[in-house]
């Protein structure tokens, strides 16, 4: 039988974070010796070794990074699954609409607008959250739709459809000679020893190499900007967030970016949400 229990992919995901038994059984609120025998148990029914144990603790195998990865997805799916469920089952619940904060701005409060003039609509709670997050948000069951950003967004999984494309600017310090341009070029802004672009993480939460400030947060690099530290390249409706120690500046060969609305592939539940997204779409001012 090689059916697994969610209990069992608990126990190992812990053990594999803590790497030490002692730790991985205080964080899951039981005694050790029942882990090691489940963890011991686990091993036998799938035929492999997925710990290597030392007086100082643990260590994965080859295996148990491949089982590790795998075990997060599935917890999360049936996490996912539950708080799904759940929300189904309320029909008073609010939709839950997930927007990266200060992107598209003005096509989010078209929709938001529409959508409270609708006899009968559900009501629509909006979720902000910080670069890439969500895709994450969907995937966990934390929301029903998003709005995301073709190139940069993860959109594996997902039924999408488009919305709006539009060109990127270049958020510079007020005070800076780019800032009195009308226009700039991806190699004008690549080319600026003292005003490097700020890094955002990838999709895997890694950085791209270069000599700009590493950021998560808006705020982070709204601040960076408005110090002369850094600047950044981001879709055009993105500057409603702008200080006004910022200056928006057309990146004239910039790639277009593209806004879509997301959901999980398959979903029902937000469909009148995406009905009034492509109605919207092309008015957003």
């Known amino acids: 039988?090689?059916?697994?229990?969610?209990?069992?992919?608990?126990?190992?995901?812990?053990?594999?974070?803590?790497?030490?038994?002692?730790?991985?059984?205080?964080?899951?609120?039981?005694?050790?010796?029942?882990?090691?025998?489940?963890?011991l148990q686990l091993e036998r029914r799938l035929g492999v070794k997925l710990l290597d144990r030392d007086r100082r603790g643990a260590a994965l195998t080859d295996a148990g990074r491949v089982l590790l990865r795998e075990a997060r997805t599935a917890l999360d799916a049936v996490a996912a699954a539950v708080r799904r469920t759940r929300r189904a089952g309320d029909p008073e619940r609010p939709l839950v609409l997930v927007t990266k904060a200060g992107a598209s701005h003005e096509l989010l409060r078209?929709?938001?607008?529409?959508?409270?003039?609708?006899?009968?609509?559900?009501?629509?709670?909006?979720?902000?959250?910080?670069?890439?997050?969500?895709a994450h948000r969907l995937r966990d069951g934390q929301a029903d739709v998003a709005l995301m950003h073709r190139p940069f967004d993860d959109l594996a999984g997902f039924d999408t459809e488009d919305l709006h494309t539009e060109g990127q600017v270049a958020i510079v310090p007020a005070a800076h000679p780019?800032?009195?341009?009308?226009?700039?070029?991806?190699?004008?802004?690549?080319?600026v020893p003292d005003l490097p672009i700020a890094r955002w993480p990838r999709l895997d939460g890694t950085y791209p190499d270069g000599p700009g400030p590493e950021v998560r947060t808006q705020s982070q690099l709204a601040q960076l900007v408005a110090l002369g530290r850094a600047l950044l390249v981001i879709p055009a409706s993105s500057r409603a967030w702008q200080w006004p120690e910022h200056v928006a500046v057309p990146v004239v060969d910039a790639p277009d970016v593209t806004t879509v609305i997301a959901w999980p592939r398959g979903g029902h539940a937000a469909a009148r949400l995406r009905d009034t997204a492509r109605l919207v779409a092309d008015r957003p001012a």
């Open 110 to 134: 078209v929709l938001l607008d529409a959508l409270a003039g609708e006899p009968g609509a559900a009501p629509v709670e909006v979720l902000l959250c910080e670069v890439g997050e969500q």
């Open 178 to 191: 780019l800032a009195a341009r009308d226009q700039l070029t991806m190699a004008d802004v690549r080319d």
């Open 1 to 39: 039988m090689d059916d697994l229990e969610t209990r069992e992919l608990r126990y190992f995901v812990a053990v594999a974070e803590e790497l030490h038994f002692g730790r991985a059984a205080e964080r899951l609120g039981i005694a050790q010796p029942p882990l090691s025998r489940a963890i």
